[in-house]
């Protein structure tokens, strides 16, 4: 029946009804809820949001969905970090907590066909129960982990565990690109009540899977205090990237901390005694535009670091021995952790920057039993097959396997490999083969003075482009990068990747 109004007056009651079910959605799981969830620290789900994109961007998909349910327990949309598009998605604890229903699990594939589709960063910030236990049966309904998985080395994926997430949930982790969690987060296959039913064990989700678990068991990489840190974390790391992998990573706007620059610190760093430990990180500092590059899993395999960092306000990856760790060798935890790091890099066309200082893999019982060599050959296959721009430094020592998986080989498709005078290689140090071989010490000192001239005789042959003096470090690799950016002469493609993983 006509109502006689026109115009925008026969607009009102329809647009009243649509702003009346907006409201009751951002109420999310009510006054109650949201004011417990405040009271534990946390943000909400569309705070988090907020902290995560620029002021006034972001724009919600599927605001209805759930009907009665706000949002269905997800808040996902589109936003833009730093102007930089991303698609994210924020599950909500105070509705249903943040379990996944019909409507948000498609929400959730949504986003990542999204994401995809327009060649843009995923974002999932979780605390959620996984799905949601309602009888039902979801059929061919199509899961948010199959189209996440499609974005793999396609855009970049990051997930933010800021509360509880099990089951289906926590899954998503696992598959992005790059993993942090806060103080209260806690992530696992399923909850204590799930464990104690089925398996009798009485355990907290603390000791289930919180921060020092995941982080020691390589689940999550990096740990934030709160959720404004996490975020923020979260906005620092994607800096680092290009949107896709069908683009290159942006050149900061150039300023003094760009420029070329002699590193004289590296005589006081980098002891010319092999047996002196000192921190690589310390090194980074120096060789680096600035000191505050961003480490990526500093608490798990730390004997090698890795690292995003800007040389000459280029982002970069940065895979380095660690002395202070196991005198810089290589153990499984530090090897897969680097084989990852190093998949995710080449991906988005980050140039990476070994920086190799390691008497070899890490030997003995134990370490064989943690499956070395199959972590070793890992982390060799993802650098060799790695189709970015490569650059390598050898500062003191790299023997064995150990020097192969920190990309010694000159002729591995590396954009450059310089090494220090003096720097010692071969197939072990002169001490463990006159030990090995029961060598009278004559013998001995002449191993000891072939290892020496090691560095001299593999110049002679050209085993790396130039030996340098540490003082010219950052222009060094600094000129190897800019020589090697010129051969981007053609648009970015994902990478087309043939190697089977050991």
């Not at 959730?108 to 009888?135: C, K, N, Q, S």
Request: charged share 25%.
């Amino acid at each position: 029946m006509s109502t006689g109004r026109t115009g925008r007056e026969a607009w009102q009651d329809t647009l009243d009804d649509l702003e009346q079910r907006r409201r009751r959605t951002r109420a999310m799981g009510g006054d109650e809820r949201l004011a417990k969830h405040h009271g534990k620290g946390k943000l909400d789900a569309r705070a988090r949001i907020d902290r995560l994109v620029d002021e006034g961007t972001f724009r919600e998909i599927g605001t209805l969905v759930g009907g009665e349910i706000a949002a269905d327990g997800i808040v996902v949309g589109s936003g833009a970090i730093n102007g930089t598009p991303v698609m994210v998605g924020a599950e909500d604890f105070t509705t249903l907590a943040g379990s996944i229903g019909p409507g948000g699990n498609s929400k959730r594939y949504r986003i990542a066909e999204l994401a995809l589709r327009d060649r843009i960063p995923l974002v999932m910030l979780l605390e959620g129960a996984g799905f949601r236990p309602t009888g039902g049966h979801y059929g061919r309904t199509p899961t948010d982990l199959l189209s996440q998985a499609r974005c793999s080395g396609k855009v970049p994926t990051v997930a933010a565990i800021l509360g509880p997430s099990a089951g289906h949930g926590a899954l998503v982790a696992p598959v992005c690109d790059f993993r942090i969690m806060s103080n209260q987060g806690a992530i696992f296959t399923a909850g204590p009540p799930v464990v104690k039913e089925s398996t009798g064990e009485e355990i907290t989700k603390e000791e289930l899977g919180g921060p020092g678990v995941a982080l020691a068991s390589g689940v999550v990489h990096n740990l934030g205090e709160d959720d404004e840190t996490v975020i923020d974390d979260v906005k620092r790391y994607l800096s680092y990237f290009p949107p896709s992998a069908w683009s290159y990573p942006q050149q900061l706007t150039p300023d003094e901390t760009c420029a070329p620059r002699p590193t004289p610190e590296l005589l006081d760093i980098v002891s010319r005694d092999n047996k002196r430990v000192y921190d690589i990180r310390k090194v980074l500092d120096v060789v680096f535009d600035r000191p505050d590059w961003f480490e990526v899993q500093p608490k798990f395999g730390r004997a090698i670091v890795c690292a995003l960092a800007h040389l000459g306000g280029h982002p970069v990856a940065v895979v380095a021995n660690q002395p202070q760790v196991l005198a810089g060798s290589i153990d499984a935890d530090a090897a897969d952790k680097a084989s990852h790091f190093i998949m995710v890099a080449d991906s988005f066309h980050l140039p990476i920057v070994f920086l190799a200082d390691n008497p070899g893999m890490l030997p003995g019982s134990r370490s064989e039993r943690s499956g070395v060599l199959r972590a070793g050959a890992r982390m060799f296959a993802a650098q060799t097959a790695a189709t970015t721009l490569k650059l390598q430094v050898t500062l003191r020592k790299a023997y064995g396997f150990g020097s192969m998986v920190m990309a010694i080989l000159g002729f591995d498709n590396q954009s450059a490999t310089y090494a220090f005078p003096g720097a010692t290689m071969g197939a072990m140090s002169a001490a463990a083969l006159s030990r090995a071989t029961h060598a009278e010490d004559d013998l001995s000192a002449v191993l000891r003075d072939a290892e020496l001239q090691a560095s001299y005789r593999s110049a002679e042959n050209l085993g790396f482009d130039e030996l340098i003096d540490p003082r010219e470090t950052r222009d060094a690799l600094l000129a190897g990068l800019q020589r090697g950016l010129f051969s981007r002469q053609a648009a970015a493609e994902p990478v087309s990747r043939t190697v089977i993983l050991p």
